[in-house]
């Protein structure tokens, strides 16, 4: 990928450097390599960074040229993509596969299934992981085709018009059908995946509304959305387990009633999907809206259930 800049009025004398990390929002270690690998030039040619800009005169720097190699194989393997551009790639991630390699698993990820359709497509495995979903949860993954792009989306996904939005399966209901959840989450202890809401955590905020209420095999069950104001690790699986309501089929965060519903509907995950990403274009700050269709049959059978229309998923706001 190139960055590309024309220098306006207010340019006059402006170094590129000024340019490369105030304009072009690289970093410094991003702008060391592009000078060690000579890869920015002004009207084609290679320039210091200490180059005073002129009004009109194109500046250029080839990302390509400074990415590290993947630290892990591409390979192929089947990958549902909702969404492509020239920095970007969103994908549908079916629940029961690692969005990462992990010192446990280093083949076999979405991220290598994505290095492979990448490498296919344009000749260059390179795929970094924007956002991350525990192994169980489907949905919108976020990725960008080199590392700059992905420090700029990271961003993207923090800025105050982002927005995540799940649809969740609960054994229960949460309180008064919509509300707010602002409780601190902290690991239970050192080293333990499982996490707690705690008064020491940090601070977690979860928007939610109940779609649809029904009995499931003698239990209540309902359907909810949920907003993450923050991105705190299995966040909705704490806030709505510490309400009542874990999500079904979580064997991590299930109480006594919604372990025995998931092993008697022999559920093989959790069902929590990532419905919607909603973030500026990290390059050009357009509003991006992504949707990942709710595919999984273990959770659109227990929707149906809830008579509530699958179709309507893509509609809701």
Avoid: W
């Amino acid at each position: 990928m190139r960055l590309e800049f024309t220098a306006g009025p207010e340019d006059e004398g402006r170094k590129v450097y000024h340019v490369l990390k105030n304009r072009l929002r690289l970093s410094a270690e991003q702008i060391k390599r592009l000078k060690r690998a000579e890869a920015v030039a002004v009207e084609g040619t290679p320039v210091h960074m200490d180059c005073r800009l002129s009004p009109g005169q194109r500046l250029t720097a080839d990302l390509d040229a400074v990415e590290s190699p993947p630290e892990f194989p591409a390979e192929r393997g089947p990958l549902d993509v909702i969404f492509e551009n020239e920095a970007l790639l969103a994908v549908n991630k079916p629940a029961g596969l690692l969005t990462h390699p992990s010192r446990g698993k280093f083949t076999g990820t979405l991220a290598n299934y994505a290095a492979g359709y990448l490498l296919d497509t344009q000749g260059s495995a390179v795929c970094h992981a924007v956002n991350r979903l525990d192994r169980d949860t489907s949905g919108a993954v976020l990725f960008a085709k080199n590392a700059h792009v992905k420090n700029l989306a990271v961003e993207s996904l923090r800025a105050p018009e982002a927005e995540k939005v799940y649809l969740a399966v609960l054994c229960g209901e949460l309180p008064e059908g919509r509300g707010v959840v602002d409780l601190p989450i902290a690991r239970e202890r050192e080293g333990f995946q499982r996490r707690t809401v705690r008064e020491d955590g940090k601070r977690a905020v979860t928007e939610y509304e109940t779609l649809a209420v029904s009995d499931l095999d003698g239990a209540p069950v309902s359907l909810a959305r949920l907003r993450l104001r923050t991105g705190r690790t299995h966040q909705i699986r704490v806030h709505c387990a510490h309400l009542g309501a874990p999500v079904l089929g979580d064997r991590l965060y299930g109480n006594g009633r919604s372990l025995m519903l998931s092993e008697s509907l022999a559920l093989p995950a959790h069902l929590l999907h990532a419905l919607r990403l909603t973030f500026p274009d990290p390059l050009t700050g357009a509003a991006l809206t992504l949707e990942a269709e709710l595919t999984r049959e273990d959770m659109r059978k227990i929707v149906k259930k809830l008579k509530f229309p699958i179709d309507k998923q893509r509609k809701m706001g």
